[in-house]
């Protein structure tokens, strides 16, 4: 792999582009070296001599299916008529790990004319574990040369070639530019998980026509061989790369008969007949949601203590978004050589391969938020996983022998109601922030631009409507002052425009924190474990509702140094409350670097609660609801829906009689078995009259409510004009009285 990189910098600042494939086929060629002439070969990223670890983990990388198709892949690279290429491969087969690598091999050959490699990943955990791992095979410094940018953490720097990013972050980039960004090679991974992000700029991307751009830029789109026909059409037939099976073969899957009523119970029953057995082999067990990956974790770890097995007992690790950077430890090797049993949902289908599992037990479901744009909330969707996903969970137990591949639920279940793709996010996701962005790079018409899979009309229409309500369009349907203002934030456009309308209120001081609670840590996620817990709670919650309750909550986590044991005793997310802390800073510095006015704290004032409670109405106007009969029924305003608050609302937990607030403002209603609004503080509905536009009432449906509001508006209009008389009627008679005098 590296010899003759000695002299490349220098050769290919020179070389012409119609010899570039030759000189990458023998970079593909010579790849012999051994870790005993270590000393005579110089990384040409950091000009240091290669580690004999780094010939280790060569020899693991060669093993890999997608080595053989190493030298075709920079041919195409190079000679693309359109400067896309595809790669297509099973999960597990490298691609992740090797493309990005041969990409800055590419670029550095090209002398890094633009700028660097960008490697996009749905997930930030994922672009973070990337990271992790390229930098360790390419013996380079993380942050250094190769770094990665996900939300509230960038660790980069000026000498970054390699970046691993995630496709969200990099989407408000190039909204935020002309063209489509500083980078020589664009790497779209894992394109078949059909984030809105990744879509999004696959559009933004052939819209730009990269033949046409200088510099001759590349974009490398990674995905599951289930998904490259759509995307082989889209792209217009470009080059595809066809990554070779690997070794080995696919177990059988073995299906239950039934669907257990209890999956965790059967996906743990699971576990513990294979260790009874002894089975070589990691375990990977995949169910629906956090929670139920929690119980399972929690039971086991209890259960494996007692087996009688030799050796150490199986470690216990659950891998999902809420873990963190903690989910590296599923990578680490265990001393003691003892079993490891992953538990984890959706976000391992296709990324974090781990190449010593053996045994695959699959509940075939997947808990998602789908966004319903006519009532403006979110479901909690339990549904079957597509059939790409299905076969990409099988493929993790390939091996010679195969491993075992336990599905808990019979075959014509997923023959019968599983979709052969995952479904689009773009099609299932709050498309306001989309068309904002969108409306950013000019775009005039969302519905213009280039979808894989084009949006709902009504979704889009009413994404448009939002933003028009909360004023960030003009007259013409672009965006307002206000609006490119609200698309500078990495923030819900209703909750920007809040942090915004907290200027003019003089309390940015309480809704920055608030603003990055409400991102990153949203207050208690689960019941109180015993009755101290429960006190500790009620102790930080507060008077005035939810959204005061968060802001209480990170200034006595602030004011107890951060402290770990003291967000458990609370039973509070400690990573989650570090998240907040970090965004909260990056909020702060983008608001002085756009000059816009801070305040001084002084949460707890009478005067404080109201411009508060006016900066939450400013953004939040379309999240308003009533009780309805006192009960705590809430009739939502923009539609006829009827919702109780969450269990973990502060309302619910006071002593009784305490009545429910008669008007409240919500952070987010979900569709559930009990439709619950979530952060939740009570507002007085001359607020509402005050700060919401005319037409926005005017336009709510028929109601009980809309009637009170619109009455109460021409109440406070004719105490405003009657108001006005009688100053400009004082202010006559003052001035005939001079004159008399």
Same mark, same amino acid.
């Given at each position: 792999?590296?010899?003759?990189?000695?002299?490349?910098?220098?050769?290919?600042?020179?070389?012409?582009?119609?010899?570039?494939?030759?000189?990458?086929?023998?970079?593909?060629?010579?790849?012999?070296?051994?870790?005993?002439?270590?000393?005579?070969?110089?990384?040409?990223?950091?000009?240091?001599?290669?580690?004999?670890?780094?010939?280790?983990?060569?020899?693991?990388?060669?093993?890999?299916?997608?080595?053989?198709?190493?030298?075709?892949?920079?041919?195409?690279?190079?000679?693309?008529?359109?400067?896309?290429?595809?790669?297509?491969?099973?999960?597990?087969?490298?691609?992740?790990?090797?493309?990005?690598?041969?990409?800055?091999?590419?670029?550095?050959?090209?002398?890094?004319?633009?700028?660097?490699?960008?490697?996009?990943?749905?997930?930030?955990?994922?672009?973070?574990?990337?990271?992790?791992?390229?930098?360790?095979?390419?013996?380079?410094?993380?942050?250094?040369?190769?770094?990665?940018?996900?939300?509230?953490?960038?660790?980069?720097?000026?000498?970054?070639?390699?970046?691993?990013?995630?496709?969200?972050?990099?989407?408000?980039?190039?909204?935020?530019?002309?063209?489509?960004?500083?980078?020589?090679?664009?790497?779209?991974?894992?394109?078949?998980?059909?984030?809105?992000?990744?879509?999004?700029?696959?559009?933004?991307?052939?819209?730009?026509?990269?033949?046409?751009?200088?510099?001759?830029?590349?974009?490398?789109?990674?995905?599951?061989?289930?998904?490259?026909?759509?995307?082989?059409?889209?792209?217009?037939?470009?080059?595809?790369?066809?990554?070779?099976?690997?070794?080995?073969?696919?177990?059988?899957?073995?299906?239950?008969?039934?669907?257990?009523?209890?999956?965790?119970?059967?996906?743990?029953?699971?576990?513990?007949?294979?260790?009874?057995?002894?089975?070589?082999?990691?375990?990977?067990?995949?169910?629906?949601?956090?929670?139920?990956?929690?119980?399972?974790?929690?039971?086991?770890?209890?259960?494996?203590?007692?087996?009688?097995?030799?050796?150490?007992?199986?470690?216990?690790?659950?891998?999902?978004?809420?873990?963190?950077?903690?989910?590296?430890?599923?990578?680490?090797?265990?001393?003691?050589?003892?079993?490891?049993?992953?538990?984890?949902?959706?976000?391992?289908?296709?990324?974090?391969?781990?190449?010593?599992?053996?045994?695959?037990?699959? %509940?075939?479901? $997947? @808990?998602?938020?789908?966004?319903? +744009? !006519?009532? *403006?909330?979110?479901?909690?969707? &339990?549904? #079957?996983?597509?059939?790409?996903?299905?076969?990409?969970?099988?493929?993790?137990?390939?091996?010679?022998?195969?491993?075992?591949?336990?599905?808990?639920?019979?075959? %014509?279940?997923? $023959? @019968?109601?599983?979709?052969?793709? +995952? !479904?689009? *996010?773009?099609?299932?996701?709050? &498309?306001? #922030?989309?068309?904002?962005?969108?409306?950013?790079?000019?775009?005039?018409?969302?519905?213009?631009?280039?979808?894989?899979?084009?949006?709902?009309?009504?979704?889009?229409?009413?994404?448009?409507?939002?933003?028009?309500?909360?004023?960030?369009?003009?007259?013409?349907?672009?965006?307002?002052?206000?609006?490119?203002?609200?698309?500078?934030?990495?923030?819900?456009?209703?909750?920007?425009?809040?942090?915004?309308?907290?200027?003019?209120?003089?309390?940015?001081?309480?809704?920055?924190?608030?603003?990055?609670?409400?991102?990153?840590?949203?207050?208690?996620?689960?019941?109180?474990?015993?009755?101290?817990?429960?006190?500790?709670?009620?102790?930080?919650?507060?008077?005035?509702?939810?959204?005061?309750?968060?802001?209480?909550?990170?200034?006595?986590?602030?004011?107890?140094?951060?402290?770990?044991?003291?967000?458990?005793?609370?039973?509070?997310?400690?990573?989650?409350?570090?998240?907040?802390?970090?965004?909260?800073?990056?909020?702060?510095?983008?608001?002085?670097?756009?000059?816009?006015?801070?305040?001084?704290?002084?949460?707890?004032?009478?005067?404080?609660?109201?411009?508060?409670?006016?900066?939450?109405?400013?953004?939040?106007?379309?999240?308003?609801?009533?009780?309805?009969?006192?009960?705590?029924?809430?009739?939502?305003?923009?539609?006829?829906?009827?919702?109780?608050?969450?269990?973990?609302?502060?309302?619910?937990?006071?002593?009784?009689?305490?009545?429910?607030?008669?008007?409240?403002?919500?952070?987010?209603?979900?569709?559930?078995?009990?439709?619950?609004?979530?952060?939740?503080?009570?507002?007085?509905?001359?607020?509402?009259?005050?700060?919401?536009?005319?037409?926005?009432?005017?336009?709510?449906?028929?109601?009980?409510?809309?009637?009170?509001?619109?009455?109460?508006?021409?109440?406070?209009?004719?105490?405003?004009?009657?108001?006005?008389?009688?100053?400009?009627?004082?202010?006559?008679?003052?001035?005939?009285?001079?004159?008399?005098?």
């Amino acid at each position: 792999m590296v010899q003759g990189f000695n002299d490349y910098p220098t050769f290919c600042r020179s070389c012409q582009s119609a010899t570039m494939a030759s000189q990458l086929l023998r970079l593909a060629e010579e790849s012999g070296l051994s870790p005993g002439e270590s000393e005579l070969a110089v990384n040409p990223f950091d000009g240091l001599p290669f580690s004999s670890h780094y010939y280790e983990l060569l020899e693991q990388r060669r093993a890999l299916p997608i080595w053989a198709a190493r030298f075709i892949f920079l041919e195409q690279l190079e000679s693309s008529p359109n400067g896309v290429v595809l790669v297509s491969g099973e999960p597990g087969s490298g691609k992740s790990t090797q493309i990005p690598q041969w990409c800055a091999e590419f670029a550095l050959a090209r002398g890094f004319q633009k700028g660097r490699v960008t490697v996009t990943q749905p997930y930030p955990l994922a672009a973070l574990s990337l990271a992790l791992r390229v930098a360790d095979e390419m013996d380079l410094t993380l942050g250094h040369e190769v770094g990665y940018s996900i939300p509230q953490e960038d660790c980069t720097g000026p000498h970054t070639l390699l970046r691993f990013c995630w496709d969200r972050l990099l989407l408000q980039e190039v909204a935020s530019t002309r063209g489509t960004g500083a980078w020589d090679v664009l790497v779209l991974d894992e394109a078949q998980e059909r984030s809105v992000a990744s879509d999004l700029l696959q559009g933004l991307l052939r819209d730009a026509r990269l033949g046409n751009l200088p510099d001759d830029p590349r974009v490398v789109v990674v995905t599951d061989p289930a998904f490259e026909p759509k995307l082989q059409a889209f792209w217009g037939d470009p080059p595809i790369v066809h990554v070779p099976r690997g070794p080995g073969r696919c177990p059988t899957p073995i299906y239950r008969d039934t669907v257990p009523t209890d999956r965790v119970e059967a996906a743990c029953q699971a576990v513990l007949e294979l260790c009874r057995k002894e089975a070589p082999g990691d375990v990977l067990v995949y169910l629906p949601s956090e929670e139920e990956i929690s119980l399972c974790c929690e039971f086991l770890s209890r259960e494996v203590g007692t087996l009688a097995v030799p050796g150490h007992p199986p470690r216990v690790l659950p891998l999902h978004p809420g873990r963190g950077q903690a989910v590296q430890a599923v990578y680490e090797d265990t001393d003691s050589g003892a079993r490891k049993v992953v538990v984890t949902h959706w976000l391992a289908d296709f990324s974090f391969s781990l190449s010593s599992i053996r045994h695959v037990i699959d %509940s075939g479901l $997947e @808990l998602r938020s789908v966004y319903n +744009p !006519q009532i *403006r909330a979110e479901s909690q969707m &339990l549904r #079957p996983i597509s059939k790409c996903q299905a076969e990409a969970r099988q493929v993790r137990a390939r091996g010679d022998p195969p491993g075992s591949c336990l599905c808990l639920y019979p075959k %014509s279940f997923q $023959e @019968l109601e599983a979709p052969p793709l +995952p !479904q689009p *996010r773009m099609c299932e996701e709050n &498309l306001s #922030p989309l068309v904002l962005l969108l409306k950013r790079r000019q775009i005039a018409e969302p519905g213009d631009c280039h979808f894989l899979d084009r949006p709902a009309p009504e979704a889009l229409m009413q994404a448009l409507e939002d933003l028009d309500y909360l004023a960030a369009l003009d007259d013409e349907g672009d965006l307002s002052d206000l609006g490119v203002i609200l698309s500078e934030f990495p923030l819900p456009p209703e909750l920007a425009k809040a942090l915004l309308a907290s200027c003019e209120f003089d309390c940015v001081h309480e809704m920055l924190t608030l603003a990055a609670m409400l991102t990153a840590a949203p207050g208690f996620t689960r019941p109180p474990l015993c009755a101290e817990e429960a006190a500790l709670r009620r102790a930080l919650e507060h008077a005035d509702g939810d959204h005061s309750s968060l802001i209480q909550v990170y200034e006595a986590f602030i004011q107890n140094g951060a402290d770990k044991a003291w967000c458990q005793t609370r039973g509070l997310n400690w990573a989650a409350l570090c998240q907040a802390q970090k965004l909260r800073g990056e909020l702060l510095e983008l608001m002085q670097r756009i000059e816009l006015p801070l305040s001084q704290p002084a949460f707890g004032s009478e005067k404080n609660r109201r411009d508060l409670q006016k900066a939450l109405v400013s953004g939040y106007f379309l999240k308003v609801a009533r009780d309805t009969d006192g009960a705590g029924n809430y009739l939502l305003l923009t539609h006829k829906h009827v919702a109780q608050l969450s269990p973990y609302c502060c309302y619910r937990s006071r002593r009784a009689p305490a009545r429910p607030p008669p008007w409240v403002i919500y952070h987010s209603f979900s569709i559930s078995k009990d439709n619950c609004l979530s952060i939740v503080s009570e507002i007085q509905p001359q607020m509402l009259v005050e700060l919401a536009p005319p037409y926005f009432l005017s336009n709510l449906p028929p109601s009980e409510s809309r009637d009170f509001l619109n009455q109460l508006r021409e109440e406070m209009a004719a105490s405003s004009t009657a108001s006005t008389e009688s100053e400009s009627s004082s202010t006559q008679e003052f001035g005939d009285a001079c004159v008399l005098q």
